[in-house]
């Protein structure tokens, strides 16, 4: 205050301001303190204007946020009429619906035309080659229930009355396997709710089931894939390349699993045959560890997120989706950021093109390594340029943010290139964020799960379907054999590629 008052008294005549009255030196005083709180209120508005546009600015293209989040009518081009009829133009090569074998028919009607469409002569013969036409139906689907009659008997010699035991190879749950199978696949694959597996369940196949049973047959399902849920963590582990991501999944506490009301994570580990999740109550480097094992030594693709920072530098992968958004955030902002954002967009598009042609052989791999040479310098050198200035700690304009995401983008720099050099490494984690995709749609429908059970379910049955889903395997057979196993004490089915098992 007291030098804001003296810079302003210094810019007065000395021989002014000592004719100047007492009262008026008092006021220009009060003025100049009054002037410089004005000052600091409208710096202090000017960021957070700033922080505010920026949030309102954010969408998928510059932000994690997914699609979902945008305003109506963000990203939609308007395409150009082309006056052409809606559906396929002339020429274009139709795709005809698929046929079942004949060996799947249930029955084949023969229709032969009796006479001719010109000149109604009688025909006769046989088309080798007729023209096909199936209707596919569902039959009406009736449970098949299978009464057990214990009978009860009184002893004539000690009057004792004894009822007779179930066999052992009936389970006293009262549902089979393939029941058990079902409720898994309605809950899991296709996120139902216990009630819309309840509602399912009666009206497809017009079995009456309560909640509480759901529960329980969900439970088993969960328990008969755990041993081939943890051999595909083993296989995930041992290999060569891996993709991982995280994204937040609500678990209450009811069965006290939760007790300190902790947010849980949902990991993922993804490679092109098998994929693991599992749910963590943190997102810290333990849980990162325990998902890909702590002596890991494969190569692993993700984003920036600080629990991978463990790997090596000269082993990771890290995504140009989430650079680009960085890039495009940098360039939405005013001043000397948005050149410095342009550039970088600019670059990574040059780089994409040049991967682009290394994908569909126009550019080979040593081509391809040394033009990239030059886009990393370029880079480079502008994340340096900005990471030098200079800023106070706490600072919170864009200009400040800027300089800290250059700083932590050059700390990690080195893991940006590793796809360039090295054949089999895709330059973005879309697999594993394409992976858990539906556990986020199934988060926003559920809001979670209420019991560590439920999370273990969760993360076991997105490992089946997804795994199995990956290697084009019967989802409901495998979990219908996986309890069928269980309950006659056997091991589970595999998880692994056929070629891993062999």
Known sequence: MEQKTATIIEQIPPDDWEKTPASVKKMVELMAQRIEIL?????ELIEVQEQLVEKVNKTSKNSSSPPSSDPPGFGHKSKKKTGKKRGGQPGHEGQNRNLYPIEKCTRVIEHHPLKCSCCGERLNGVDPKPYRHQIVEIPPIEPIVIEHRLHKLACERCGTSTRAKLPTDVNPSGYGVRVVGTVALLSGLYRNSHRMVQSALADLF?????????????LEASNAVADCVDEAKRYIQQQEIVAADETG?????????????????????????????ELALTRCTVAAKNLLGENFSG??????????NWVDIERRQLCWAHLKREFIKISERPGICQE????????????????????DGTLTRGEFVELAKDIRREIVSRLQQTADYSIASKEKTPLAKTVRTCRQLLKVEGAMWLFVTTPGIEPTNNAAERAIRPAVIWRRTSFGTQTKAGSTFVARILTVVTT???????ILEFITTAVANAREGKSAPSLLPEIECS
């Open 299 to 308: 190569i692993l693709t993700s984003d920036r997120h600080g629990a991978y």
């Open 468 to 474: 199995l889903k990956s290697q084009q395997r019967n």
């Open 340 to 359: 410095l954002g342009i550039g970088l967009v600019q670059q990574q598009q040059k780089l994409f093109e040049l991967w682009q042609r290394v994908r």
């Open 249 to 277: 999944f609500n678990q209450a506490n009811i069965d006290g699993g939760n007790p300190q009301h902790r947010q849980a994570w949902l990991w993922v580990a993804v490679t092109p045959l098998v994929t693991f999740f």
């Open 206 to 218: 017009g079995i009456s089931m309560s909640l509480g049973t759901v529960n329980k047959l969900r």
């Open 39 to 43: 000052e600091k209120q409208a710096i």
